[in-house]
C-alpha cells in the first residue's frame, strides 16, 4: 500500500540524515490520493488537476433536506453541518426541525475496515452497502459505538441520515478510523455522487437561478413591495452595488466608457451589467459624456513610466498571482481565455492617478466588487499601474463623427434604469419597471430573458445562455420566498466560486489556477529587482506552497478567520510567502461563518473559561523539553516568540505564538498527529504513530500524553518562550 512506502521513505530518510523523526502515514492517505474509479489503479498516472472521476460522477455526495412534504437536494463537499437554532438549513425550507440525508458512494482503491464516529446534536443513522455501522438516538452523538465496517474495494454505497433536535443549534461532524490510521473526517476526495439525479439536478438549477436573480441585480429594477435584501437573513449578494457614478469623470476615460456602456460583454466575456442600449452607440456615447462631466478633477500630462518602474510592477503582478483572474494587459488574444478578467484594456480605462488609488483601494467606490484589497502601498500601487498600462494603449476611441450630448445622456441615465444600480447623489430616477411578482408567468420569457440578437428588443440583455434563462425561469416558479433566508455554508461556498478562491489555494485535491499558470508571468521575473528578504528578515524560500483551502472550516477559529478575510490581522502567518492574503471586507463575516457551520462547527469559539484556554503550567517544563533539539526538534523549523528557527530546510513553521489565536484545539491534534494526510505536500513530519511518539523518553513516549503537553505549551499564545 502507498502508505506503507511513503512510511519506508521517512524510515529511510531519517536513517540517512539522523534526524529524530519517521512518519508512518497510514491507508487513507492512498484513499485521499487514487482515483474513485475502482478499475483505475495506476497511481503513477495521477492528474494535476485533481482526482480522477467515473463519467457522470462529481465529487462530494448529494444531501437532502427535508421537513415534511418539503424536499431539496444540492451537492455536499463533506458529511458535516452546523444549523444554528433559527436559521434554516437549506434556503428553500423554513427555520425549524429538519432531516438531512447524504447519499453517495464511498470509494477505495483496497478493501479495507474502519469504524465510524460522530459529534454534535440530534439523531444519526449511518449505513454502508445497506447495513448500519453507526446508529444514535440519543441528542449526544459522541456517545454512539460504530460497528466496524467492511469496506470492499471500489464504490461502496454510503447513506447517512441526521435528524436536527426539537429545539437548539443542530450540529454534526462525521468522523471514521480506518485500519492503522487515527481518526479522521472522511475527507471529499473518497466521496463520489451521481449528478444525474433529479432531484440533485433540480436543486442546482434552483440554485444557479436564484444566484442569478441576485448577482444580475433583477429585484433592483423589479422590486417586490417587500425587499427580501431588507430583511434580516436574506440572501447577502441581494446587497450586492455597483460601482458609484460619484466623481466618475474623474476616475475613468470617455471613450472606454463609451465602448463599456455599448457591449460590456465586448469588453470583458465575465461582465454582469448587460447592454442597456440597441440603437448603435450614439446613446452610448451621450452616457459616457455626461458620466465625463461628475467630476472635476484632472490629471497632470501623463509621462511614460521608467522601465524599472514597469519591471518591479511586473514582479508584483508576478509575486501577487493576478495571473490567476486575470490575462496579462500585452495579451492580444485575451478573448480565447474568455473565463479570466483581460487587463489589456486598463490603461484606456483608467485615468492615472485614479488607477494608483483603486489599487490601493478597490472596493471604496464599489463595496462588492469582486477585486479584492492586497493593501499595495503607495510606490507598490504606482508600480503596478505602471505594469497594467506599460502596453500600447488600445484605441477607443468612437468612429462616429456626431458630437455627443451630455444633457441627452443625463436624461437617458435618469431614465433608462441605470440609476436602480448605480449611486449618484441628487440624481432622480425616473425609470419604472413591473415588480417581479407582477410579471405574468407568460411573459418571463421575454424582456431581460429573451435571446439576445433580437432586432426589436428594448429590454436589457444580459447576453444569457440558454441553461441560465432556463434556470432563472425555473426559479421564478418558486417565488421569493426563498431569498428572505440564506444558509451560511451555501453562501460560503458561492463565494469560493464568484471571488475565485482556487485561483491561488488548492482544494479537494485539485491544483489551484495559479500554479499551471505562472508559465505566463515567469518572464516578468526575470532580471526584476526581487526582495531579498520577507517581514522577518529571512530569504525567501524556493517553496512557496499556500494552504490549502479543503478543511479551512475545522481549522481555523471564526473570530481569526473573519478577521483575515476582512483584512484586519497587522501580520502575515506565512512570512516566507511572496503572495499575500488579500482582504474581501463585504463578505468576510459571511465566508467565516459559513466555512464554521459548513464543517459543523459554530460560528463562536468557546469562551475563555474554557478548559482550553489557559495552559496547565505543570506539563510546559515538559513541553519544552519536547519542542527542544533534543526532543522533537520544533525549534528547527518553527520560530517561537522572538526567537526564530534554528534550521529551516526549505521554507519555516508558522510561529507558535499564533497557534492559540487561529487554530481550533481539535484540528491541531488531527494535524499533529498525521500531518501529510491532513495536508499531502506538507513538509511536517508526523512523529506519532498511533500511541507510540519516536520520542519515548519524554512521558513514557506516550503520544496522547506529548500532544497534550505541546498543546499547552502552545497554549500561552504571544507570551510563548523558545526552550
Known sequence: ????????????????????????????????MTSPNPDDDDDDEKPKKGPRLAPGKALGLALTFSRGEVRDTRPARVVALGVPEGSPPSPFLTPGPFRATWEGDLNLPIRSECTFSAEGRGTLKVEVNGKSVLESSNLDLTTAVGKVARLKKGANKLVVTYGSPPSGDA????????????REPVPPEVLTHDVSLEPLAQGVELREGRELVANLRCLKCHAPAAKPALKPGGMPELATDAPSFENIGTRLRPDWMTRWIADPKALRPTATMPKMFHGGAGQARDVAAYLATLGHETDAAEAPAAAESIASGGRIFANLGCVGCHTRPDRDDWSSDPKRVPLRFVGAKWKPKALVAFLQQPDRHYAWIKMPNFHLSATEAEQLASYLT???????????????????????????????????????????????????AELRAIGCLAPSGDAERKAPDFALSDASRKAIQAFAKTGLDSLTRDAAPEFADRQIKALNCIACHKRDGSDDAWTDLQVETAGLLEGAPLEEKDPDGLPYPASQLRPSLTWIGEKLKPEWSLAFIAGKIPYKPRPYLRARMPAFAVRAEGLAHGLALGHGYPTISPPDASPDASPDADLIPVAKQLVSNTGLNCVSCHNIGKAPAVGVFEAPGINF??????????????????????????????YFNGEASVLPTVLDGKADAQIKALWNYLLQGQTIESP
Not at 536513517?15 to 487513507?28: C, E, R
Open 390 to 440: 506599460s502596453p500600447t494603449k488600445v484605441d477607443l476611441a468612437p468612429t462616429e463623427n456626431r458630437t455627443a450630448d451630455p444633457a441627452r445622456g443625463r436624461a437617458l441615465v435618469e431614465t433608462s434604469g441605470c440609476l436602480d444600480c448605480h449611486a449618484l447623489t441628487g440624481s432622480t430616477n425616473a425609470a419604472h419597471a413591473p415588480s417581479f411578482a407582477a410579471i405574468p
Open 1 to 32: 500500500m502507498r502508505g506503507h512506502h511513503i512510511a519506508a521513505f521517512w524510515l529511510g530518510l531519517s536513517a540517512l540524515l539522523g534526524s529524530a523523526f519517521i512518519t508512518v502515514a497510514g491507508p487513507t492517505r492512498a484513499l485521499a
Open 171 to 182: 450540529f454534526l461532524r462525521l468522523s471514521w478510523t480506518p485500519e492503522e490510521s487515527p
Open 657 to 686: 505564538r499564533l497557534v492559540k489565536e487561529r487554530l481550533r484545539p481539535g484540528y491541531y491534534e488531527r494535524w499533529v498527529r498525521a500531518p501529510i494526510k491532513v495536508e499531502p505536500e506538507t513538509k511536517m513530519p508526523t
